[in-house]
């Protein structure tokens, strides 16, 4: 599409080679390409994919060049002012994957560029490129992927330059980092570029290291934020420029420009750290998907856990499962046991102590009598995250702002997790009682319980404070949060997987397969039975989550998770929506939305209380409202909400939030 922006100078524009621009603008109404009109000095360095500067609306702002046409259907064209630099930072392939996300999520294409094209360091793109692209290395041995059904074959086709897509269950104990790795070497065998992307910082060192042992120095980046904007920037412009042909990166590496791209992968794709917490809110999982579909290329959704969505993927026969048979499964995964909780604490007197079960203590025991570590995973940071009132078990709240209580160590006084202020003086509103209990018990609590109950065996804490990547295989207890828990060397003796309740419990359509997805990932790095290792996790044997862990069966939940969500029209077998804002504002976007047959409104109900302006206003109430939709008409869902969204930024009406298949629905 074309625009007219501010036409100074006209004389003679039509006569100018057109430049096709991509403002910098999030409004939805101004989401479309603008001609400009390219003059004589600009010529040879405003090319497609350059970084410029014009005129827009009475201000000066930056955008992009999509394409150069020889003319317009537009009279009166503006002139570019400026070429910020001669680098093409946007390739073709990322310009068409950013107008497919944001058409996907109802967003804008300036809002996903800003996610898709770093900022400029000008130094770094001075500097000189000698290097030229290595050579494709030799094709890996599939021995590691052999143990998986179909997985020599997946690897076989990703050799020969074919796009194979598959959702991998890794085996337990499996380095699936060592497997990544040798996916990628197969696609740059064949001559074609890969791109994997990781959930977080830890996942991401150890697939670097991988990556480095599979492929030799030279033949791939890893993409970082804390390497800094001048060194992230060196390594983009590697990818751009066609030198480097492997990437590893966090959820923003979903867009990287690889060149010639032929495997797109992801590792745990469940977890939410893939989502962006940006406009327009994609995922990468969703993004890579529909990149596979735009370049064909090959797909690899990997994990200990799978997804519903992964599942709906092999159910539509747009990939396949990739996975071991039970013989292999049970060669290779601990022995799981589930503890009813609190019922079954122990009689002995330092097992009471320590808060666990007979059944965790008496395997905490024998795996540190053997000189094995021992995992401890607790489902809260902290020491004590969450206090009640010791008379009545009623939620300790801030008498301020109502925020939930919190206690730091055990001689700390309360204090409230919001706004951080101290509940000295503390008195229930329920039943007017002054004592505090904890109602959740923190990693910090659980390290001073253990300590007690195991004397003279050491205690490690891992958390976001301080994250331990691996521990020697010596008698030692360690407590980490879900995400944080270290590599045993040689695995752990026992893990133990504590306040089940906290996981299950919570309220979200994704509760149960998030927790067995934590529960995976821990129950992942104990030994296998065979050799003594042992899981105890603290649920109830009978939920179906639970189930899936002692039968070591995450595809096997994934296709039951999917199967209930399908029978009451939930994510993702059908297409949500969730539009946020004032309650005047989402109630006339709703009623301007031109909805696709089938789509239903649910809500609004309000979610939070914003303060008052000024003296006689009481404050607004901010709503939130669910549209469902059925998968068909996803396109249409998502393209009704951003034309509504268009209409009230034209008229300068105020803004609502729009959220594609949000991860949590309440």
Known sequence: MTGTVDADPPAAALELPVARVVVDTALAHLDRLFDYAVPPELAGTAVAGVRVRVRFAGRRVGGFITDRVATSDRAGLARLETVVSAEPVLSPEVAVLARATA????????????????????????????????????????????????GAAFLAALGTGRAPRAVWTALPGEDWPARLAGAVRASLAAGRGALLV????????????????????????????????????????AVRRGRVRAVV??????????????????WDDGDDLHAEPRAPYPHAREVLVLRAQLTGSAALLAGQAQTAEGALLVRSGWSRSVAAGRAAVRARAPRVQ???????????????????????WTAARAALAAGAPVLVQVPRRGYQPALSCDRCRAKARCRSCAGPLARSAAAATASCRWCGRSASGWRCEECAGERLRAAVVGAARTAEELGRGFPGVQVR??????????????PVLVVATPGAEPVAVDGYGAVLLLDGWALLGRAGLRAGEEALRRWLAAATLARPAVRGGTVVVMA????????????????????????????????????????????????????????????????????????????????????????????????DLAAALHAAAGVRSARKAE?????IDPLELV
């Open 103 to 150: 058409d996907r999520y109802a967003g804008t294409l300036a809002d996903v560029l800003r996610l898709a094209v770093p900022p400029r360091h000008a130094r770094v793109e001075a500097e000189p490129t000698t290097a030229a692209p290595p050579e494709p290395p030799e094709p890996p041995e599939p021995a590691g992927w052999a143990a998986y059904d179909g």
């Open 198 to 237: 990781v959930p977080d910082g830890r996942d991401l060192a150890r697939v670097d290291a991988a990556l480095r042992a599979a492929l030799g120095d030279g033949r791939h980046v890893a993409l970082r934020a804390e390497l800094g904007p001048a060194e992230r920037y060196r390594r983009w412009l």
């Open 249 to 266: 990166g966090t959820r923003a590496a979903m867009f990287a420009p690889v060149a010639g791209l032929g495997l797109v992968a992801i």
């Open 338 to 360: 589930a503890a009813g909780g609190d019922a079954d604490v122990a009689r002995d007197a330092a097992a009471r102590t320590a808060r666990l079960p007979t059944l965790a």
């Open 461 to 474: 804490t891992s958390g976001r404070e301080q994250v331990i990547d691996t521990v020697p295989a010596e």
């Open 540 to 635: 109830d044997g009978a939920l179906a989550p639970v189930q899936a862990l002692l039968g070591w069966a995450p595809a096997r939940a994934a296709e039951r998770e999917l199967a209930e969500r399908s029978e009451l029209g939930l994510p993702p077998a059908a297409r949500f929506a969730a539009v946020s804002g004032a309650p005047a504002a989402v109630a006339e976007l709703l009623r301007d939305a031109r909805l696709p047959a089938g789509a239903q409104t649910l809500g609004p109900i309000p979610v939070a209380r914003t303060p008052a302006r000024g003296p006689g206003d009481p404050g607004a109430a901010p709503v939130r409202a669910l549209v469902r939709g059925p998968r068909p008409a996803a396109a």
């Open 655 to 659: 803004g609502v939030r729009i959220q």
